[in-house]
């Protein structure tokens, strides 16, 4: 649930809503909810945002950046929000599983510096990622219809498997048995001074894709300092085992996903353009054989 309340610095209260209403479908993402009775919907950058001409604050409906498992919605919430722009969100009470692979909480604390309160319920999804869904409002003005406008449309939440724009399975088999590598590097010359040769730096990451479901990664960093007489040199290398996957993302992309042994994860977009492959628009070469093989077994 964290990053979510920057979203409240330009949509707090906000007029100007596009006049969505009633079901709304995103087949590319699986998802499809029901705008509730008396509110009017638009998109955001974020996710999806509801208000209402006579009912003050807002829902949300926001995707999770990786798929979560409830007991990690769980953890997630009892941390609570603390977001360094005036937001820091408390769970007031305890969390309540209200199905559906759900779980609920009453919030408080304040949200740009104003004192406020939400109902947050973290929703998990079989086929991928999951929702958080937020009312909230200003604490003057919360009452218990704000649990009911976020159970709502937490019922009204159907997750089905989504439409990709691209042939996922395809992405899976390309993927299989090869390495992929990004490097970087920059020197400088310093001319006319004696003793010295500029300064420069060499970045190497590797990650070999292996078609039993593993994958090992590897990282490299040198700096020199520009002196033939002083110089240093930073190497480091790490082996961070896991699984890998290739998903649908959250607008139907496909997505490389490193589930790591230590719990954490990471997600890159996947792109091929003009013959070369791209991770969240970094380029990375994809090879498979020789000296340039994965270290698979």
Not at 217 to 226: A, K, P, Q, W
Not at 250 to 272: D, H, I, W
Request: glycine fraction near 12%; include cysteine; proline fraction near 3%.
């Amino acid at each position: 649930m964290r990053g979510i309340f920057l979203l409240f610095a330009i949509c707090w209260l906000s007029a100007g809503f596009s006049q969505a209403t009633g079901k709304i479908d995103y087949k590319q993402l699986g998802l499809s909810f029901e705008i509730p009775d008396g509110w009017v919907g638009q998109e955001t950058q974020m996710g999806y945002m509801m208000g209402s001409n006579t009912i003050p604050g807002v829902i949300l409906i926001l995707p999770h950046d990786q798929p979560y498992s409830l007991a990690q919605i769980k953890q997630q919430a009892l941390q609570g929000l603390n977001e360094e722009n005036g937001t820091v969100l408390s769970l007031a009470g305890e969390l309540s599983e209200l199905g559906k692979q759900s779980v609920g909480g009453l919030f408080s604390g304040t949200l740009e510096w104003q004192p406020a309160k939400a109902y947050i319920i973290g929703m998990h999804n079989p086929y991928g990622l999951g929702m958080t869904i937020i009312a909230v409002t200003t604490a003057e003005h919360f009452n218990d219809k704000y649990q009911q406008y976020a159970q709502s449309v937490m019922n009204s939440i159907q997750f089905r498997k989504p439409e990709s724009k691209e042939d996922i399975g395809e992405w899976k088999t390309w993927m299989k048995n090869v390495k992929l590598t990004y490097m970087d590097s920059y020197s400088s010359v310093s001319p006319g001074v004696d003793g010295m040769t500029g300064g420069g730096y060499s970045l190497k990451k590797e990650i070999d894709l292996c078609g039993k479901g593993y994958f090992i990664y590897y990282g490299s960093s040198s700096f020199n300092v520009g002196s033939d007489n002083s110089s240093g040199f930073d190497h480091s290398t790490s082996n961070g085992n896991g699984s890998w996957d290739v998903i649908v993302g959250q607008t139907g992309q496909p997505t490389l996903v490193l589930k790591f042994n230590n719990g954490e994860t990471a997600s890159y977009t996947l792109t091929y353009e003009d013959s070369k492959l791209y991770l969240d628009g970094t380029r990375y070469f994809r090879t498979t054989q020789g000296e340039y093989a994965p270290s698979c077994q």
